[in-house]
C-alpha cells in the first residue's frame, strides 16, 4: 500500500502561525480523503520556518468501486417523468432500469456503479482544493491575485509511492532543497525515510521535537559547562524552534556595567528583540551570559555570530541605563499630569480619570481586605499607571507595572505601595501568578473592576470570541483576586460603587450611557458575566458547571467565596446515594407537577390542608418538609452548608416512602389537588439550597 508524502515549500512561515498549519494541513488532507472513501493507517504532519510537511501511510491504489441505487418514478408514470429519471441516473432506456413493488405500488430504480478513481488523481484534487482553501491567520495574494499564501509558496514535492503527482494546481515534483545557505542545492527524493534522512543531511530537522529537544540539549551544556543553568523559558524556546531549520546554540557575554540595571529590563531586552536565552547562577541571579540560536553550522566556532549578537545586545542595553538614568530623575508623582494626555477609551476619558477612580475604589475595597492600609492602598492606586509615561516603558511597553515598583522604591515610598504597582495588573490569564500581598490585592481588583463596569456600561461587551477589551481575562482576574484570597465581597455594592466614580470624573458619561444601563443593571449584568465565567474556570478544576448554575440560579448571590462553599456542599452531597436518589425524586415530581399544572391550568404553590392528609407517609412527608425547611434556611444564613445537605439527606427515605404508596392522581378532586400541593413541597423545598432543575445528569 503506497505511502503519500507532500512538501509545501514557502517562505519563511511565521513562527506563531507553525504549530497550527501543521495541524490545518493535515486535517484538511485527511478529511478529504476520508471523504474519498480512502482509509489509511497513519497520517503525520511536520513543519519548519519554511516547510509544510505531511506523510498519510497506507493508503489504496485506488478507490473502492461503489453501487448506489436509485428510485425513480412509478410504473405508468408520465414520459417525461421517465426521461428525467434516465438522464439524471446516466440511462439510455428502461432496458437499463428494474421495476420492483415496494408495497406501495411498483417504481423503476437504477443500480449505478461507479467505479473508483486511482488514488494519484484524488490526492492531487485534494491537495489543489487545500492549498486554495487554507486558513492562515494572515496571508498574501502570490503570485497572482487569485492565490493566497502566507508567503510565496516555492515548490509542491508530491508523491505517491515512488511516482510523483500530476500538477494539483502547482507543479508537484520529487525534488527539495536543503538548508537555505548550508546546502541550497536540489535532490530528489524517494519516499519518507528517504526525504527526512537526506533533509538532516542537508542540515535540515523537519520535526520541531527533535529541534526543540536539540536547543535545550546544547543550552543545557553550554551553562553547565559555565557552572550556570538555563532559566525555563517554554513561550520562547517555542518561537526559537519555529525560526531555525538547523538550530545551533552559543553563548555571549553581557558586559559587566549592564548588570545593574534590574534583572527584568535585561531579560526583556534579551527575550522581546533578540530572542536570546538567560542564564541564572546557583542562587537564582541573573548571570552575565546570554544564549544565542543560530541557524548555520558556523566554520569559526561562532566566534563571529556570537561578537555580532553582543554588539547589538550591547547597543539595546545602553539605550536601556540611559532610559533607567533618565526616567529616575523625576519622580512618579511629577509624572501624573502627563497621563492626562493618554486616552483610556473615548468615552470613558483618560487614563488620569481612571487613576482617579481606582485611587478612589482601592481603599474601599481595602476596607473588605483584613490588615489592608487604605492609606497604601489609595497612593498605589494613584502612581500605579505613572509609570506608562516614562522612556523605559515606552521602550518595552511588557515591563509597565514592573518598571513602577523600582520607580517608586527609588523615590522612597513604602515597599507594599511599590508591591502593588508592579502586581495590579496581576493575574492576567489562568496561570499567571495572583497576588497576596493586601494592598496589591486591593489595587488589583481596583483597576479591573473599574475597567469592566466601565465599558459594561456603554455597552462595549465581548460578543461570541470577540473580546478586544480583555474584559473575560479582566472578569478571571476578578475571579481569582477574590477567590484564592479567601475575600468576602459583595459584587453588586462594588459595581455600583465603581460605576458612580464615572459620574465625577468624567462630566459627559451619562450621556454616553446607552438608554436602561443604570448602576443595578449593569452591575447585575456584570455579576452574571462572572458567574459566566466562574463556570469555564472551575469547570478545569473538575468542579462541575451546572452546579454553579443551580447555585447562581436563586439569585441574590455574589459572594463569590460563599458560593463556592455552597457548591462544594452540593457536589458532595449529589455524589452520596441519598443526594442521587433525592435528585431522582425532585425530577419525578417536578414532571408529574408540570403535567397536571398544565392539565388543570392551574399551580399548586399553595401549602396543602392537613386536614386532607390521609395516609401516614404523605403525613409523614408533610412534617418531614416544614420541619426541613426551617432547619434548611437557619443553616443556610449562618452557612453551615454541609448541615444543609444533611438535613435534605434525610427526607429521602421519606419521599421514596410516599411515592411507592402515596396515589398522587387519586380520583377525589380534593384529595389529588391536595397531594399535588405536598408533592410540590419537594422542589420548593429543595430549592431552597439550589435550583435542581439546573443539574444535570
Known amino acids: ?33 476520508t471523504a474519498a472513501g480512502l482509509q489509511f493507517s497513519e497520517a503525520r504532519s511536520y513543519v519548519t520556518p519554511r516547510r509544510l510537511v505531511l506523510v498519510v501511510e497506507g493508503l489504496p491504489e485506488r478507490q473502492p468501486d461503489v453501487t448506489e441505487e436509485r428510485r425513480g418514478p412509478r410504473v405508468g408514470a408520465p414520459e417525461q417523468a421517465i426521461q428525467g429519471f434516465l438522464k439524471g441516473a446516466g440511462l439510455a432506456s428502461l432496458d437499463q432500469a428494474e421495476q420492483r413493488d415496494t408495497g406501495k405500488g411498483a417504481f423503476w430504480f437504477a443500480v449505478v456503479r461507479k467505479a473508483g478513481r486511482p488514488t494519484a488523481e484524488v490526492v492531487s484534487d485534494a491537495l489543489s482544493e487545500t492549498l486554495r482553501s487554507f486558513p492562515w491567520p494572515k496571508s498574501m495574494r502570490w503570485p497572482g491575485p487569485d492565490f493566497e499564501w502566507v508567503r510565496p509558496l516555492r515548490g509542491v514535492l508530491a508523491l505517491l509511492g515512488a511516482r510523483p503527482l500530476g500538477e494539483p494546481g502547482y507543479e508537484a515534483s520529487n525534488q527539495t532543497v536543503g538548508h537555505r545557505f548550508l546546502a541550497p542545492e536540489p535532490f530528489r527524493v524517494e519516499g519518507f525515510a528517504d526525504y527526512k534522512e537526506r533533509l538532516e ?14 536547543i535545550v540539549t546544547e543550552a543545557e551544556v553550554l551553562a553547565r559547562d559555565a557552572s550556570l543553568a538555563l532559566r525555563p523559558d517554554p513561550a520562547l524556546l517555542e518561537e526559537v524552534t519555529g525560526l531555525v531549520e538547523w538550530p545551533v546554540v552559543l553563548m555571549g557575554h553581557i558586559e559587566e556595567r549592564f548588570m545593574a540595571l534590574p534583572p527584568q529590563v535585561l531579560t526583556t531586552t534579551m527575550r522581546a528583540h533578540q530572542k536570546y536565552f538567560a542564564l541564572e547562577d546557583g542562587a537564582g541571579k541573573l548571570a552575565p551570559r546570554f544564549l544565542v540560536v543560530a541557524n548555520v553550522e558556523p566554520t569559526d566556532g561562532g566566534v563571529a555570530i556570537v561578537a555580532g549578537n553582543e554588539r547589538v545586545l550591547r547597543a539595546r542595553l545602553a539605550d536601556a541605563e540611559f532610559f533607567w538614568n533618565q526616567d529616575r530623575r523625576i519622580p512618579l508623582q511629577e509624572r501624573l499630569p502627563a497621563l492626562e494626555q493618554i486616552v483610556f477609551h473615548a468615552k470613558l476619558g483618560s487614563v488620569a480619570d481612571k487613576v482617579r477612580r481606582i485611587a478612589a475604589l482601592a481603599p474601599e475595597i481595602a476596607a473588605k481586605v483584613p490588615g489592608t492600609d487604605g492609606a497604601h492602598a489609595a497612593r498605589a492606586a494613584q502612581l500605579a499607571k505613572a509609570d506608562l509615561v516614562t522612556g523605559m516603558v515606552g521602550e518595552f511597553p511588557e515591563l509597565q507595572g514592573v518598571m513602577g515598583r523600582y520607580y517608586a522604591l527609588d523615590a522612597g515610598e513604602p515597599a507594599a505601595v511599590a508591591e502593588a504597582i508592579a502586581d495590579h495588573y496581576a493575574p492576567q490569564g489562568p496561570n499567571d501568578r495572583c497576588p497576596k500581598e493586601t494592598v496589591s490585592i486591593a489595587v488589583a481588583l481596583a483597576d479591573k473592576i473599574d475597567t469592566l463596569v466601565g465599558f459594561f456600561a456603554i455597552g462595549e461587551t465581548p460578543t461570541g470570541s470577540k473580546d478586544p477589551f480583555a474584559l473575560r481575562r479582566a472578569a478571571l482576574g476578578v475571579i481569582r483576586l477574590i477567590v484564592e484570597n479567601g475575600l468576602r465581597v459583595a459584587l453588586r455594592d462594588l459595581f455600583q460603587h465603581a460605576y458612580r466614580g464615572y459620574g465625577s470624573t468624567v462630566p459627559e458619561f451619562a450621556q454616553r450611557v446607552p438608554k436602561g444601563n443604570e448602576p443595578k443593571v449593569v452591575a447585575s449584568a456584570l455579576v452574571e458575566f462572572l458567574a459566566d465565567r466562574l463556570k469555564v474556570h472551575l469547570r478545569e478544576k473538575g468542579v462541575r458547571h451546572d452546579l454553579v448554575a443551580a447555585v447562581f440560579a436563586l439569585g441574590g448571590e455574589d459572594d463569590l467565596v460563599r458560593l463556592l462553599a455552597r457548591v462544594a456542599a452540593l457536589q458532595s452531597f449529589l455524589s452520596s446515594e441519598d443526594g442521587a436518589n433525592l435528585l431522582v425524586a425532585f425530577r419525578r415530581a417536578a414532571n408529574i407537577l408540570k403535567i397536571e399544572e398544565q392539565k388543570d391550568g392551574m399551580l399548586y404553590g399553595p401549602p396543602p390542608d392537613p386536614g386532607l392528609l390521609r395516609l401516614p407517609e404523605e403525613k409523614a412527608l408533610h412534617a418531614a418538609l416544614a420541619e426541613a425547611e426551617g432547619g434548611i434556611e437557619r443553616a443556610l444564613s449562618e452557612e453551615r452548608f454541609e448541615e444543609a445537605m444533611r438535613l435534605l439527606a434525610r427526607l429521602r427515605p421519606i419521599v421514596d416512602s410516599f411515592f411507592d404508596k402515596v396515589t398522587v392522581n387519586a380520583p377525589e378532586p380534593e384529595l389529588r389537588a391536595n397531594r399535588l400541593r405536598v408533592l410540590a413541597a419537594i422542589p420548593a423545598t429543595l430549592g431552597r439550597v439550589a435550583d435542581f432543575s439546573r443539574i444535570e445528569g
Open 1 to 33: 500500500m503506497p505511502e503519500l508524502l507532500i512538501e509545501l515549500f514557502t517562505e519563511e512561515i511565521p513562527a506563531r502561525m507553525q504549530s497550527r498549519a501543521a495541524e490545518d494541513f493535515k486535517r484538511l488532507m485527511t478529511e478529504k480523503l
Open 201 to 214: 543531511t542537508a542540515f535540515v530537522l523537519i520535526d520541531p521535537l527533535d529541534r526543540k529537544e536539540r
